[in-house]
């Protein structure tokens, strides 16, 4: 246990469904974690004090910014990446509307976009376009000029909204 | 850059957290969600910290009425501000702020305590903290106190607190029938810090406004605040730019700021439906 101060911190947690241990120091931040410890580059780092949101990525079925959260906190945390939500299905939908509207050009913030979008076509309300900007106002994009990303995310929410109809 | 500290330990429970500290001899420093300050240790703003994480300790959270005031644990995030019942219901200022905070993900982990210890005199929840006569609990090596927020923000990212206390929660008296709320701010873009903005609560036909973005901490504007007692919108536009002292910086100039509120004023003037 951590109950006094540490320099390096044992950890227990889940990553894209596969349970892991691993001792890292105590000033590990979440998204140096994923790409440093585990190799699961996916997930950016850009600006590094919570700006840009290219490290964006799912705790316990949240969002969080992985440069701005410290492993040490993480105990017992899920953790889902871009490379765990490929791999189950769970955006294949979205994926799918990124690249048939070219919603992507180099692809850094691609990831982190996809975190946050996936927590809102999620949702059960529709949002307006409105919304969806407001709700990925804290994903930059330098390329794509954010017209055809707000465009996939809608696409997306209709298929799902169209798809379970009750 | 990365972040470099001393160490960290894990706190159960406010007592452990008090020791922990001590213990630090001088290095300690409390960590809640972590959405302030480790974007402060990855600036380099500070190095070799022994971090005391409160995060886990169990009473401070929750969100409780007692007697005619909402009691909010100060480990309490801004997403749970936005969604909690009880704060909507009867601190509905604090429930239209908390949007207005940074994005989902910084939101998610960021806590109330952890935004008014910070204070930032640019951050939505010290200005209502001011507005709604808050007041904070604190708990330190000599026991506890109350602070109120009038007399909590000293400065520039400057409180009461000493630096071995722990703000445990905020007090705020609930809204009485008819009691309205409402807080605007301009931003350049959805999410960043307010360039100039109000907090309003309006009980009976008194008026009590918090700013934010417009001095070096969060203020009451006691001349508009009389103004919009007596119904003048104009003199009140015209007082706010008094009660305000704000800085230059990049984003904006103090005298665009000082615009600013007054433009705030009047539309949150007209939102509320005050006289003229
Ligand atoms: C990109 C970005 C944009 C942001 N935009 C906004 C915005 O528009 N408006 C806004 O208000 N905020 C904004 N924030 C800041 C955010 O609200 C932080 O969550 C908040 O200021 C700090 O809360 P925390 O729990 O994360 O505290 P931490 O970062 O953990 O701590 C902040 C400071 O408070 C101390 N502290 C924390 N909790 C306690 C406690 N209970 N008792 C004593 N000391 C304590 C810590 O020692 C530290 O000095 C933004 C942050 C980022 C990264
Ligand atoms: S790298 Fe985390 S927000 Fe930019
Ligand atoms: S595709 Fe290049 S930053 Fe978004």
């Known amino acids: 246990m951590t109950d006094t101060f540490r320099n390096r911190i044992d950890l227990e947690m889940t990553v894209n469904g596969e349970p892991i241990e691993l001792t890292v120091p105590a000033a590990r931040h979440l998204i140096d974690l994923l790409r440093t410890d585990l190799g699961l580059t996916g997930s950016h780092a850009g600006c590094e004090h919570g700006v840009c949101g290219a490290c964006t990525v799912i705790v316990d079925g949240e969002t969080v910014r992985g440069c701005l959260t410290l492993a040490a906190q993480l105990q017992g945390a899920e953790i889902w990446t871009v490379e765990g939500l490929t791999e189950s299905g769970a955006i294949a939908d979205l994926q799918k509307a990124f690249v048939e509207r070219n919603a992507l050009q180099c692809g850094f913030c691609t990831p982190g976009m996809l975190a946050s979008a996936k927590v809102l076509i999620e949702r059960d309300a529709v949002p307006s376009r409105e919304g969806i900007r407001e709700h990925m106002s804290g994903n930059y994009c330098r390329c794509t000029g954010y017209e055809a990303i707000v465009d996939a995310i809608e696409t997306t929410l209709r298929g799902r909204a169209g798809g379970d109809a009750r | ?276």
């Open chain 2, 1 to 276: 850059m990365k972040a470099s500290i001393g160490g960290y330990a894990r706190a159960r429970s406010i007592e452990h957290a008090l020791s922990l500290f001590a213990e630090a001899d001088g290095a300690g420093r409390y960590l809640a969600g972590g959405q302030s300050l480790v974007a402060a240790l990855n600036l380099g703003a500070s190095a070799g910290d022994m971090l005391v994480d409160i995060s886990g300790i169990e009473a401070l959270r929750g969100v409780r009425i007692e007697g005619d005031r909402l009691v909010i644990g100060a480990l309490t995030r801004h997403s749970e501000i936005e969604r909690n019942d009880l704060v909507a219901r009867h601190v509905p200022l604090l429930a239209k702020a908390a949007p207005l905070i940074a994005h989902d993900a910084i939101r998610n982990r960021g806590t109330i305590g952890g935004s008014l210890s910070h204070a930032d005199p640019a951050a939505e929840y010290p200005a209502c903290a001011v507005a709604l006569d808050a007041i904070f609990n604190l708990e330190g090596p000599n026991g506890r106190r109350d602070v109120a927020a009038s007399e909590f923000f000293k400065g520039l990212f400057e409180t009461d607190r000493a630096e071995d206390e722990i703000l445990t929660a905020v007090s705020v008296p609930v809204a009485q029938a008819g009691e309205r709320h409402a807080i605007l701010e301009l931003t350049r873009r959805s999410g960043d810090y307010a360039l100039a903005g109000l907090a309003i609560v309006v009980r009976g036909d008194r008026h009590r406004i918090g700013a934010f973005g417009l001095g070096d901490r969060p203020l009451l504007c006691e001349g508009a605040m009389a103004a919009l007692d007596r119904g003048d919108v104009d003199a009140a536009a015209t007082a706010i730019a008094d009660d305000v002292d704000p800085m230059s910086d990049i984003q904006a100039s103090a005298d665009y700021r000082r615009h600013l509120a007054g433009v705030v004023l009047r539309r949150l003037a007209a939102e509320l439906g005050v006289a003229r």
